[in-house]
């Protein structure tokens, strides 16, 4: 054999053991590359669940965008969740039957030999009256199954599916709260055992030189359970409508309140409110939080208002 052909034989030899070599250890292989491109686009998750004399409905949006690196892409979520009592008692925070928490979370998502290695790095929430506003980052390992996307963590998984339609489109423009319609209702038994259903509709608005004003009407309705006459009624329930004006301004630490005070009335009459028919005029502090305003009124009452159409 010559020594061209033994140079040549050589080179075949190791261009078939090259052909063999391993992937080196921490390389993305290029199936991984592929697989974390078809992440691209919209994907969808949701879960319902029962505990505890509440149902609470979980929903996430997830959407991914390539970035110029083909190992990586960036993107978010949003989550909404829904908290419902099924028992019909309200929950403190709100003073609702009903919650609602919604939040943005913003990741990247980087091929790894494995998979799809996905990294939330920053967060905002939507306030609220029942919002902490605190979450912890967390990471997870996506790999592509079957047209699903399979997101393992430690101590759980999820399967999120392509989006198949279009995101829902904004809701209408809403006055900046506090501004804007709001109401308040409650339902509590009387010392006599009597059902009092309270309902109020405010109309708030904040002026160019920052002092807010409106009004609100109260309509109080009380009946019998059991469907008895009310003595003083000569009906199984009755009730009243009392209408009020309010003004304010900023309170004085500069932190976005009001001071509120009740400053006319019309009150409404019943005989069954004869005995006690004054009204007292009051004062509270005034704050917006998300899309509720929190009044608080002296003597440590609370109300918690909210958009009509949101109960």
């Excluded at 509440?54 to 997830?62: N, P």
């Excluded at 991914?64 to 909404?80: E, I, K, N, S």
């Excluded at 919002?131 to 399979?150: A, C, F, N």
Aim: glycine content about 10%; overall charge negative.
């Amino acid at each position: 054999m010559t020594d061209a052909l033994r140079a040549l034989g050589v080179a075949a030899a190791c261009g078939a053991c090259a052909a063999e070599t391993p992937i080196p250890e921490g390389a993305v292989p290029l199936d991984a590359i592929v697989t974390a491109r078809q992440l691209a686009g919209a994907w969808e998750w949701a879960h319902v669940e029962v505990e505890d004399g509440t149902l609470r409905r979980e929903r996430e949006r997830w959407t991914f965008a390539p970035t110029p690196d083909p190992r990586r892409l960036v993107g978010r979520y949003t989550r909404d969740v829904l908290v419902r009592s099924l028992d019909g008692v309200p929950f403190q925070c709100n003073q609702e039957t009903r919650y609602d928490q919604r939040s943005e979370i913003f990741v990247e998502a980087t091929a790894i030999a494995t998979g799809v290695a996905i990294r939330e790095i920053s967060y905002r929430v939507d306030p609220g009256p029942c919002e902490r506003g605190l979450r912890e980052l967390g990471s997870y390992v996506g790999k592509l199954h079957r047209g699903e996307l399979e997101l393992v963590w430690p101590g759980g998984e999820a399967t999120l599916t392509r989006a198949t339609d279009a995101p829902e489109p904004p809701p209408p423009a809403r006055a900046e709260p506090p501004g804007g319609r709001w109401t308040w209702n409650v339902t509590s038994w009387t010392r006599v055992g009597m059902v009092r259903e309270e309902h109020e509709d405010w109309e708030l608005a904040v002026g160019d030189d920052g002092m807010i004003g409106g009004t609100y009407v109260r309509e109080v309705r009380e009946h019998s359970p059991d469907g008895d006459v009310i003595a003083c009624a000569g009906a199984p329930s009755w009730g009243f409508v009392d209408r009020y004006l309010v003004r304010g301004k900023p309170t004085e630490d500069g932190g976005g309140d009001w001071r509120i005070e009740e400053i006319d009335l019309v009150a409404g009459d019943h005989p069954c409110i004869a005995a006690t028919p004054r009204r007292t005029l009051d004062s509270a502090v005034l704050a917006a939080d998300g899309e509720h305003v929190v009044i608080r009124w002296r003597g440590k009452r609370r109300q918690v208002l909210l958009r009509p159409g949101d109960e």
